[in-house]
């Protein structure tokens, strides 16, 4: 079959969007919208699973198939629904609420099983829907409704439970940025397994500007790192900046000072299987890394399922039910 | 009088004395096999043209403290000439492996029936952790028993010696030198169970030859022995003509799956998080990938039945499996199901509770939850299999209901009839219903709306994933009654909630009616559901053949519930509800059938009803005199 040739527009579904005027979820569905025609995959293919909170009412704004479920579980409902149907490009939508608070489990297992589907993370580090309580990404001494006087708990960093979980894939992205986001939607689809798109998502109601020292267009060249496979990690406003090992320390040099050049700063590996390096990159605050940390080719659970399934059909007895039935140790009676 | 007591018949020269039904029960510690030895017995003996019912009873701990009174493991079986529907009361030989075993089972043993007991493990110290004071071997507790005393450990050691096993390993095969004996004491032939051991320990060429010398020995011992009763058989049953097979009631329930899955032209899934006694369901599919059956073991029981919903919207057939604490766990996703109208079924095989309760006992505690146990107003199918066999087409039945009415149902078993087995006349793929899922087809596209409804049974159809044209997007929201949108609209919400419970309703113009056993009405009308069938079918049946006519309907639909249900309630003067929890059926049928008086009986034991109390209760509700044991 030909490839479908689709504009954004024809993922977009009637609904109304109802997020608040400049929320970064905007960003995120007209970015999603946009990459999918650049897939190849026909509309009917498209599946977008969310949970609960404000990213999941996304999938009633795509015209593709998709379910708003409940709280945490659709990373558990995704599974289902691609292992049922290996066919499908599959999507996960989640926020740091869903999937890191009540759907940590599912989260960590998808990941462990690297079931193939993509899975975006919301990460506004509050709990928007319900108007504003913290969340296990926001950071300790974040005031509040439900934390008047400073959050007590100490934040989860996405990328290290990804890593923790054997994430096979892991990108990040601020939620300001469509070109570069859509690029990475589609750099993840394509990729086997599954992939973990952090989208550092502002929500201007409850935790606006959070993410400002990072995102914001005036500092970002030097706050953000943008990694690109076997490329030396070079950042900042006068592409000077790089990053080295120091011991088992990642470290901002300057090329041109203490005799440094361009030789010394690490070259990205983001298919290198041990994922030390990567973990670090992920953690790393200043500069804050995007772009794909990882990216490691691997079985997922589909094939394997696939694999075994032929392989037990290859050699079995049974043909239908019935033979199963009257299969083993039976007796006539007269 | 007891009720199972042996009828013996005419002795025929020289054969065995054929008796019309016995109860044997296998004890030991949970590490002995006692679950294996009691499996092969009833096995043999349905082979034989007996029919037969099982209750395996066995502790929650797998390897629990050798000889404790909490490692008793236990297995029972009952087998006749003549119908057999529960494991029976009485036991007529009990083979106690242990001091442990012989304390915790002689209470269902009558005086005058026989003990076999391995002397070898009448040690002090095992009497001690049985918590004898003296040894009853030595006393005279036993007197009123036919006790036969054997060294079963040494006498198996002794028989397998060359062999060239370790101690451990020889102690393994005592199980076997008692089962020959009762092999021998009910003329059964070796060669099933020999068979089967040649099949199980198809690598380890010493331990069939070990296994197979003990049986042996054991059978020879009994049958040289002078201390032993004269062997019995027990002719086989009158049976409907027809093919024959053993099934447990996790298997069936697995192959009603597999067979409705095949019927529907459908992949199964199964989601499911390991629970006793649900796992053999899990165990079971498991095996059969060659149906191309999916099964998905996940993190919890969320995942399990989220996984299945994920498959429902998918186009499988769909199907989480579970015990009590599971279902409530499940509870939301249920309800996530049950508004997206999507077809899934959840099984419940109940056990003790609440909380962990008694998960390797049996109970109907699980109804209300089942009906209720959701946030909203949020009704499903419920259904109930009543034995073992018949969880294979209460299996069938709820994957029908599910993908006709496209909503899930409960199914709810029990762990006694999940572990029991029985005779199974075999069901071909022909003689089943057929299934028609409500697919949605891709030239309908155009005027497809995702919640429009079929008149009569008021259920949606299933588009797809991957079918053009159908792109839509479901959820928990409360949605537009034809769109399926979000919708807040007062009047829509009111409108949902109400044909939601409506299309439940319908399914009553879909499945069968009552059909009253015995008595057609009278004083009396005995009510149960579920696995307790076997044995309220056997004492109302033991009532109408000594006299008293009463009457007696079993539910396997709970909701809906048959048409003619209130119909069948006009026609009793008293109604009597016997469940194994505190009433909850007949809390369900006082708030629906008002203007009848539903009396209780209930147990709450984590064990079955015995046919004994079932008979002295429904004696007591005629003001008869009680019956003298
Ligand atoms: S509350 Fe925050 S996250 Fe939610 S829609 Fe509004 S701005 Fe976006």
């Given at each position: 079959?030909?490839?479908?040739?689709?504009?954004f527009?024809?993922?977009?579904?009637?609904?109304?969007?109802?997020?608040?005027?400049?929320?970064?979820?905007?960003?995120?569905?007209?970015?999603?919208?946009?990459?999918?025609?650049?897939?190849?995959?026909?509309?009917?293919n498209?599946?977008?699973?969310?949970?609960?909170?404000?990213?999941?009412?996304f999938?009633y704004?795509?015209?593709?198939?998709?379910?708003?479920?409940?709280?945490?579980?659709?990373?558990?409902?995704?599974?289902?629904?691609?292992?049922?149907?290996?066919?499908?490009?599959?999507?996960?939508?989640?926020?740091?609420?869903?999937?890191?608070?009540?759907?940590?489990?599912?989260?960590?297992?998808?990941?462990r099983?690297?079931?193939?589907?993509?899975?975006?993370?919301?990460?506004?580090?509050?709990?928007?829907?319900?108007?504003?309580?913290?969340?296990?990404?926001s950071?300790?001494?974040?005031?509040?409704?439900?934390?008047?006087?400073?959050?007590?708990?100490?934040?989860?960093?996405?990328?290290?439970?990804?890593?923790?979980?054997?994430?096979?894939?892991?990108?990040?992205?601020?939620?300001?940025?469509?070109?570069?986001?859509?690029?990475?939607?589609?750099?993840?689809?394509?990729?086997?397994?599954?992939?973990?798109?952090?989208?550092?998502?502002n929500?201007?109601?409850?935790?606006?500007?959070?993410?400002?020292?990072?995102?914001?267009?005036?500092v970002?060249?030097?706050?953000?790192?943008?990694?690109?496979?076997?490329?030396?990690?070079?950042?900042?406003?006068?592409?000077?900046?790089?990053l080295?090992?120091?011991?088992l320390?990642?470290?901002?040099?300057?090329?041109?000072?203490?005799?440094?050049?361009?030789?010394?700063?690490?070259?990205?590996?983001?298919?290198?299987?041990?994922?030390?390096?990567?973990?670090?990159?992920?953690?790393?605050?200043?500069?804050?890394?995007?772009?794909?940390?990882?990216?490691?080719?691997?079985?997922?659970?589909?094939?394997?399922?696939?694999?075994?399934?032929?392989?037990?059909?290859?050699?079995?007895?049974?043909?239908?039910?019935?033979?199963?039935?009257?299969?083993?140790?039976?007796?006539?009676?007269? | 009088?007891?009720?199972?007591?042996?009828?013996?018949?005419?002795?025929?020269?020289?054969?065995?004395?054929?008796?019309?039904?016995?109860?044997?029960?296998?004890?030991?510690?949970s590490?002995?096999?006692?679950?294996?030895?009691?499996?092969?017995?009833?096995?043999?003996?349905?082979?034989?043209?007996?029919?037969?019912?099982?209750?395996?009873?066995?502790?929650?701990?797998?390897?629990?403290?050798?000889?404790?009174?909490?490692?008793?493991?236990?297995?029972?079986?009952?087998?006749?000439?003549?119908?057999?529907?529960?494991?029976?009361?009485?036991?007529?030989?009990?083979?106690?492996?242990?001091?442990?075993?012989?304390?915790?089972?002689?209470?269902?043993?009558?005086?005058?029936?026989?003990?076999?007991?391995?002397?070898?493990?009448?040690?002090?110290k095992?009497l001690?952790?049985?918590?004898?004071e003296?040894?009853?071997?030595?006393?005279?507790?036993?007197?009123?028993?036919?006790?036969?005393?054997?060294?079963?450990?040494t006498?198996?050691?002794?028989?397998?010696?060359?062999?060239?096993?370790d101690?451990?390993?020889?102690?393994?095969?005592?199980?076997?030198?008692?089962?020959?004996?009762?092999?021998?004491?009910?003329?059964?032939?070796?060669?099933?169970?020999?068979?089967?051991?040649?099949?199980?320990?198809?690598?380890?060429?010493?331990?069939?030859?070990?296994?197979?010398?003990?049986?042996?020995?054991?059978?020879?011992?009994?049958?040289?022995?002078?201390?032993?009763?004269?062997?019995?058989?027990?002719?086989?049953?009158?049976?409907?003509?027809?093919?024959?097979?053993?099934?447990?009631?996790?298997?069936?329930?697995?192959?009603?799956?597999?067979?409705?899955?095949?019927?529907?032209?459908?992949?199964?899934?199964?989601?499911?998080?390991?629970?006793?006694?649900?796992?053999?369901?899990?165990?079971?599919?498991?095996?059969?990938?060659?149906?191309?059956?999916?099964?998905?073991?996940?993190?919890?029981?969320?995942?399990?039945?989220?996984?299945?919903?994920?498959?429902?919207?998918?186009?499988?057939?769909?199907?989480?499996?579970?015990?009590?604490?599971?279902?409530?766990?499940?509870g939301?996703?249920?309800?996530?199901?049950?508004?997206?109208?999507?077809?899934?079924?959840?099984?419940?095989?109940?056990?003790?509770?609440?909380?962990?309760?008694?998960?390797?006992?049996?109970?109907?505690?699980?109804?209300?939850?089942?009906?209720h146990?959701?946030?909203?107003?949020?009704?499903?199918?419920?259904?109930?299999?009543?034995?073992?066999?018949?969880?294979?087409?209460?299996?069938?039945?709820?994957?029908?209901?599910?993908?006709?009415?496209?909503?899930?149902?409960?199914?709810?078993?029990?762990?006694?009839?999940?572990?029991?087995?029985?005779?199974?006349?075999?069901?071909?793929?022909?003689?089943?219903?057929?299934?028609?899922?409500?697919?949605?087809?891709?030239?309908?596209?155009?005027?497809?709306?995702?919640?429009?409804?079929?008149?009569?049974?008021?259920?949606?159809?299933?588009?797809?994933?991957?079918?053009?044209?159908?792109?839509?997007r479901?959820?928990?929201?409360?949605?537009?009654?034809?769109?399926?949108?979000?919708?807040y609209?007062?009047?829509?919400?009111?409108?949902?909630?109400?044909?939601?419970?409506e299309?439940?309703?319908?399914?009553?113009?879909?499945?069968?009616d009552?059909?009253?056993?015995?008595a057609?009405?009278?004083?009396?009308?005995?009510?149960?559901?579920?696995g307790?069938?076997?044995?309220?079918?056997?004492?109302?049946?033991y009532?109408?053949?000594?006299?008293?006519?009463?009457?007696?309907v079993?539910?396997?639909?709970?909701?809906?519930?048959?048409k003619?249900?209130?119909?069948?309630?006009?026609?009793?003067?008293?109604?009597?509800?016997?469940?194994?929890?505190?009433?909850?059926?007949?809390?369900?049928?006082?708030?629906?059938?008002?203007?009848?008086?539903?009396?209780?009986?209930?147990?709450?034991?984590?064990?079955?009803?015995?046919?004994?109390?079932?008979?002295?209760?429904?004696?007591?509700?005629?003001?008869?005199?009680?019956?003298?044991?």
């Amino acid at each position: 079959m030909e490839n479908p040739k689709y504009t954004f527009k024809d993922m977009a579904s009637d609904q109304e969007v109802r997020w608040c005027p400049g929320c970064d979820d905007y960003v995120i569905l007209r970015s999603v919208q946009k990459a999918l025609p650049e897939l190849g995959i026909s509309r009917e293919n498209f599946v977008f699973i969310s949970g609960i909170g404000c990213s999941s009412r996304f999938p009633y704004y795509m015209n593709t198939y998709g379910m708003h479920s409940i709280h945490g579980r659709a990373p558990a409902i995704a599974t289902g629904v691609k292992l049922a149907n290996p066919d499908l490009s599959v999507w996960v939508i989640t926020g740091d609420g869903d999937s890191m608070a009540i759907g940590g489990n599912h989260f960590i297992h998808v990941v462990r099983r690297n079931v193939d589907l993509n899975i975006i993370l919301f990460n506004n580090e509050i709990y928007g829907l319900t108007k504003g309580q913290f969340s296990p990404t926001s950071s300790v001494g974040l005031r509040t409704k439900s934390s008047p006087y400073g959050n007590t708990q100490p934040p989860f960093h996405p990328g290290s439970l990804a890593m923790g979980a054997q994430a096979r894939f892991f990108a990040r992205v601020p939620g300001n940025v469509p070109k570069e986001m859509t690029a990475l939607f589609v750099e993840a689809e394509k990729f086997h397994g599954t992939s973990v798109i952090e989208v550092l998502q502002n929500c201007v109601i409850f935790n606006d500007a959070v993410f400002e020292g990072v995102t914001h267009k005036d500092v970002r060249a030097d706050a953000q790192l943008w990694v690109e496979h076997g490329k030396p990690m070079i950042f900042g406003k006068d592409k000077n900046k790089g990053l080295v090992l120091n011991g088992l320390k990642l470290e901002t040099v300057t090329i041109g000072e203490n005799g440094i050049t361009e030789d010394d700063i690490l070259v990205h590996d983001a298919e290198e299987v041990d994922n030390t390096l990567h973990l670090m990159l992920s953690k790393l605050q200043t500069p804050t890394v995007m772009g794909v940390i990882r990216s490691v080719k691997d079985v997922t659970l589909g094939d394997r399922v696939a694999a075994q399934m032929a392989e037990v059909k290859k050699t079995t007895k049974f043909k239908s039910v019935n033979d199963l039935l009257l299969s083993g140790e039976t007796w006539e009676v007269e | 009088m007891a009720v199972d007591d042996i009828k013996t018949a005419p002795r025929n020269n020289g054969e065995p004395e054929a008796l019309e039904r016995v109860v044997i029960l296998f004890v030991g510690d949970s590490g002995d096999g006692m679950q294996l030895t009691g499996t092969q017995f009833s096995d043999t003996s349905a082979m034989l043209g007996n029919d037969i019912a099982t209750f395996p009873n066995y502790p929650a701990e797998i390897r629990a403290p050798q000889g404790s009174v909490y490692g008793v493991s236990g297995f029972q079986v009952h087998i006749g000439q003549t119908e057999i529907s529960t494991p029976g009361d009485d036991v007529d030989v009990l083979v106690a492996m242990n001091p442990a075993a012989l304390k915790t089972n002689l209470h269902s043993v009558s005086p005058g029936k026989t003990l076999i007991i391995d002397t070898d493990s009448f040690t002090k110290k095992n009497l001690g952790k049985a918590g004898y004071e003296s040894n009853p071997l030595e006393d005279d507790s036993l007197d009123n028993y036919k006790v036969i005393q054997a060294p079963i450990t040494t006498l198996t050691r002794t028989s397998i010696l060359d062999i060239g096993l370790d101690n451990k390993s020889m102690n393994r095969s005592k199980n076997m030198f008692a089962l020959g004996m009762v092999f021998w004491m009910f003329s059964r032939p070796l060669t099933h169970t020999e068979r089967f051991l040649e099949n199980k320990f198809k690598n380890k060429p010493k331990v069939i030859e070990a296994n197979k010398r003990a049986l042996k020995a054991g059978y020879n011992y009994a049958d040289t022995l002078e201390l032993l009763p004269s062997a019995h058989t027990i002719l086989p049953a009158k049976m409907k003509p027809g093919k024959y097979r053993i099934i447990m009631g996790n298997s069936a329930t697995a192959w009603g799956f597999l067979a409705a899955a095949e019927k529907a032209n459908l992949d199964l899934f199964l989601g499911s998080y390991p629970i006793t006694p649900a796992s053999d369901i899990l165990h079971e599919l498991s095996k059969h990938q060659h149906f191309g059956v999916k099964t998905f073991q996940a993190e919890d029981e969320i995942a399990g039945v989220c996984s299945a919903i994920g498959a429902a919207f998918a186009g499988d057939l769909a199907i989480t499996t579970t015990s009590g604490p599971g279902l409530a766990l499940k509870g939301e996703a249920v309800g996530l199901a049950l508004i997206t109208e999507l077809p899934m079924v959840i099984v419940d095989v109940q056990r003790g509770g609440p909380s962990t309760g008694l998960p390797t006992k049996t109970e109907q505690s699980d109804l209300l939850q089942s009906l209720h146990g959701r946030n909203g107003d949020s009704p499903v199918i419920v259904i109930a299999a009543s034995t073992p066999a018949n969880c294979f087409d209460y299996a069938y039945e709820a994957s029908r209901l599910a993908l006709e009415h496209m909503t899930p149902v409960i199914l709810l078993t029990d762990g006694y009839i999940a572990n029991g087995s029985e005779p199974w006349k075999i069901k071909e793929m022909s003689e089943l219903s057929p299934i028609t899922p409500r697919l949605e087809k891709a030239e309908n596209a155009e005027d497809w709306q995702v919640y429009a409804r079929d008149t009569e049974k008021l259920a949606r159809n299933w588009a797809i994933p991957g079918t053009p044209g159908l792109e839509h997007r479901i959820g928990g929201l409360e949605k537009d009654k034809l769109t399926g949108n979000v919708s807040y609209v007062p009047d829509n919400h009111e409108y949902m909630v109400k044909i939601r419970a409506e299309k439940i309703k319908r399914v009553e113009n879909y499945i069968p009616d009552l059909t009253i056993e015995g008595a057609q009405e009278g004083d009396l009308l005995v009510v149960g559901w579920g696995g307790t069938y076997g044995s309220l079918h056997t004492a109302v049946n033991y009532m109408n053949e000594t006299g008293d006519k009463i009457g007696y309907v079993h539910f396997n639909y709970l909701n809906p519930m048959p048409k003619n249900t209130e119909e069948v309630f006009k026609k009793f003067k008293k109604i009597l509800v016997c469940e194994l929890n505190m009433g909850q059926l007949a809390a369900v049928l006082r708030s629906r059938y008002p203007e009848y008086n539903f009396l209780k009986y209930n147990k709450i034991q984590g064990l079955p009803f015995t046919i004994m109390e079932l008979v002295q209760k429904f004696n007591q509700m005629l003001g008869n005199e009680p019956i003298i044991i």
